[in-house]
């Protein structure tokens, strides 16, 4: 990568942190190539430049000295940053963060003045174990492309999709962690129940759980072939699974990410301003997750 290549990171909470950490730790930029904004002032803005070196800023004039501009703000505040930002647009390319704003959306809002890519980061971005969906867009010049996909890559997996599969990404990678964590949960309690302590359930739990993910990836199995090598008929995991499968598990779980990925749809057009009941019926989204 360019040495001089350049970031500006608007919006300086959870996700600008884990990106700036990502891309900054393994040095694959130079943190005095990245600026970072925020609204309500300097202490968050020190505390970063303490941590990685970057460099803060008040002025979203900066963004035009800047090859790449990162949109770390929450949806609803999308549309007004981007029209503060929007003259100092001049080609570069903009990355959004943000759960169900389209990459059409955000063209009209910098009217046409950057390349954007629209991407979904999971929360483990943050220990750069996460999954980034991505979805770039046809008019991307394939090195600028490469440029953020690099990046990306710094905080976990990059899976680029098209943008019709965006509001399912939010539901099942997006959203994935709190789902796994609630059946964590509930397996902690139970574990709890059976007569552990909360903190041998705890180890018992984390281990178990990334002791299967780990497995699962050295030894390249699907989850279906993995269970079927841990289960014996007539056996504890048999009659463990036997209770799930007569409550109707996986059913459930179908419904929580038809569920999410109809909230994502929804979701997007109340940030775009779109009236909902009236694109609703219509939209390509919902009957998707129906
Ligand atoms: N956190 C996650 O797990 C996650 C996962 C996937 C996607 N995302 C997306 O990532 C984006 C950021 O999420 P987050 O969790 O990092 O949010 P957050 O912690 O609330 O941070 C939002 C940041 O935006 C700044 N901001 C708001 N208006 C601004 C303005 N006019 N000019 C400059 N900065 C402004 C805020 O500054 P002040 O604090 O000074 O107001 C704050 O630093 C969101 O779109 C979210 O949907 C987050």
Same mark, same amino acid.
């Given at each position: ?18 990106? &700036? ?19 309500? !002032? /300097? ?6 430049? *303490? ?20 949109? #770390? +703000? ?11 930002? /929007?003259?100092?647009?001049?080609? =570069? ?9 389209? $990459? ?12 954007? &890519? ?18 770039? !867009?046809?008019? @991307? %010049?394939?090195?600028? $492309? ?7 890559? =710094?905080?976990?997996? +990059? ?7 965006? %509001? ?33 359930? *705890?180890?018992?739990? @984390? ?6 993910? /780990?497995? @699962? %990836?050295?030894? !390249?199995? #699907? ?26 598990? %996986?059913? &459930?779980?179908?419904?929580?990410? $038809? ?12 940030? $775009?301003?779109?009236? #909902? ?8 989204? /919902?009957?998707?997750?129906?």
């Amino acid at each position: 990568m360019n040495p001089d290549y350049s970031i500006f990171v608007v919006g300086a909470g959870a996700m600008a942190e884990a990106f &700036i950490r990502g891309i900054t730790v393994r040095g694959a930029v130079d943190p005095k190539q990245i600026y970072v904004i925020n609204r309500s !002032g /300097r202490a968050r803005l020190e505390e970063l430049q *303490r941590l990685y070196g970057v460099v803060p800023t008040d002025a979203l004039s900066d963004a035009a000295e800047c090859d790449l501009v990162v949109m #770390s +703000v929450k949806p609803a505040d999308m549309a007004a940053v981007l029209q503060q930002l /929007r003259p100092f647009l001049h080609g =570069q390319v903009v990355v959004s963060f943000a759960a169900g704003l389209t $990459r059409a959306w955000l063209h009209e809002q910098v009217e046409g003045r950057a390349h954007v &890519i629209r991407t979904m980061p999971n929360i483990p971005v943050a220990v750069m174990s996460g999954v980034t969906a991505v979805t770039c !867009g046809p008019d @991307l %010049d394939a090195q600028e $492309r490469e440029h953020v996909l690099f990046l990306l890559r =710094q905080l976990g997996e +990059v899976v680029e999709l098209s943008e019709d599969m965006m %509001d399912a990404v939010t539901a099942f990678s997006g959203s994935g962690p709190g789902f796994v964590c609630y059946v964590l949960e509930a397996m902690e309690n139970a574990a709890v129940q059976l007569g552990f302590t909360p903190e041998t359930a *705890r180890l018992l739990l @984390l281990q178990t759980v990334v002791g299967t993910a /780990r497995t @699962l %990836d050295e030894w !390249g199995l #699907s989850p279906a072939e993995l269970r079927k090598r841990v289960t014996s008929k007539g056996g504890t995991t048999h009659a463990g699974i036997q209770a799930m499968q007569d409550a109707n598990l %996986d059913g &459930i779980i179908a419904q929580a990410l $038809r569920a999410a990925a109809q909230r994502s749809a929804e979701m997007g057009r109340e940030y $775009r301003g779109e009236d #909902s009941e009236a694109v609703a019926p219509d939209s390509a989204a /919902r009957s998707r997750f129906r």
